[in-house]
């Protein structure tokens, strides 16, 4: 088998604006797994640039599964970006100091949590993702949408903010595809089987599809 190499930064030859995200990733809060991929109309750098408010005092975490497509220009808001929506003002006092140092002393600015993109998503481009949205395993995520709740597996949203457009197949079959988990096999056993993951047929992977021996 000749099979891609999930290590590779810039795995088209002779281009340098898709690259495999994790080689790309600095910050350690940012979570990628194998596979999945970023392209840029410019540069492959601007996706971190693209993750805004992510401070290590609020202790989010952006995590990204494996097999995802990530097109141009998405961003994704971190809860840094939060402020005091129930209080009298909503004006960070504290972080300007001097007489103002304690105004957050007993307080906690408001938090979603972790921001988790489940496996197999694909995000149109120009896309924003709000803090601690989780989008679940094979969703898509139309151009310009802004996703301010949680996205159900295998559901194909889009708009300001993104509703529900239709589900990409059967409730049942969806089960089936999220016990198979496909992106969990051994990625020898996935080259096996690429001709059958890029039909419509569910029903031919419930066996476990091809025997890559």
């Known amino acids: ?15 340098n604006r898709l690259c495999f995200l994790k080689n790309l990733i600095k910050n350690p809060n940012i979570i990628v ?19 805004k408010y992510l401070f ?22 971190m809860n840094g970006a939060n402020h005091l929506s129930a209080a009298i003002t909503a004006y960070p006092f504290a972080i300007f100091g001097e007489d103002w140092a304690n105004a957050m002393n007993g307080k906690d600015y408001p938090t979603k949590g972790n921001t988790i993109i489940g496996n197999d998503v694909w995000i149109g481009y120009g896309a924003t993702i709000m803090p601690g949205i989780n989008i679940g395993d094979g969703a ?9 709740k949680d996205v159900a597996p295998y559901s194909i949203v889009g708009g300001n903010p993104a509703h529900g457009i239709k589900k990409r197949f059967s409730e049942p079959e969806i089960k089936e595809l999220l016990e198979i988990k496909w992106w969990d096999w051994p990625i020898e ?9 890029t039909a419509s047929r569910i029903d031919h992977l419930k066996n476990g599809g091809v025997n890559n021996s």
């Open 56 to 77: 290590d005092f609020v202790g989010d975490k952006l995590i990204i599964g494996k097999f995802c497509m990530i097109a141009s220009d998405v961003t994704f808001i």
């Open 1 to 15: 088998m000749n099979i891609p190499n999930k290590d590779k930064k810039f795995p088209l030859d002779n281009y």
């Open 33 to 51: 797994g194998d596979y999945t991929y970023y392209d840029d109309f410019e540069t492959v750098d601007n996706f971190e640039k693209n993750v």
């Open 189 to 197: 056993k996935i080259t096996a089987n690429v001709q059958i993951l």
């Open 140 to 148: 898509i995520i139309a151009t310009k949408s802004v996703v301010t």
